[in-house]
């Protein structure tokens, strides 16, 4: 079993940043795939940006050059650093680990104003 917990989602204007946070208790060593899913008002739920069997990492066309994902193992957690922020990433953001099945996080909501 695996339990992930985020923080940092927010409201931000256009071009500001955001960092989130998913802290994995326990060694995230042993979880194939980490990383970030949103789902837009609307919209189906789509990969941001993930780490894949631990090599670098996926982004989503959209995010690319503006979100930044990385990981501590020491802390067991992943970070998404958001910059450059648009209106279009207004979503719920979600962390997702894979391990043998995925698992998500509760999600936490980015909101950006124009």
């Known amino acids: 079993q695996v339990r992930l917990v985020e923080s940092g989602g927010g409201l931000v204007q256009a071009g500001g940043s955001l960092r989130l946070s998913c802290a994995a208790p326990g060694s995230i060593s042993s979880i194939n795939d980490m990383g970030w899913f949103r789902q837009a008002p609307g919209k189906e739920r789509e990969l941001a940006a993930v780490?894949?069997?631990?090599?670098?990492?996926k982004y989503a066309d959209s995010v690319q050059g503006r979100f930044t994902i990385s990981r501590d193992n020491a802390k067991n957690t992943v970070y998404l650093q958001m910059n450059n922020l648009k209106p279009e990433d207004t979503a719920v953001y979600y962390c997702?680990?894979?391990?043998?099945?995925?698992?998500w996080g509760q999600g936490t909501q980015v909101t950006v104003s124009s």
């Open positions: 780490f894949i069997s631990g090599r670098n990492p």
């Open positions: 997702y680990a894979l391990v043998v099945r995925a698992y």
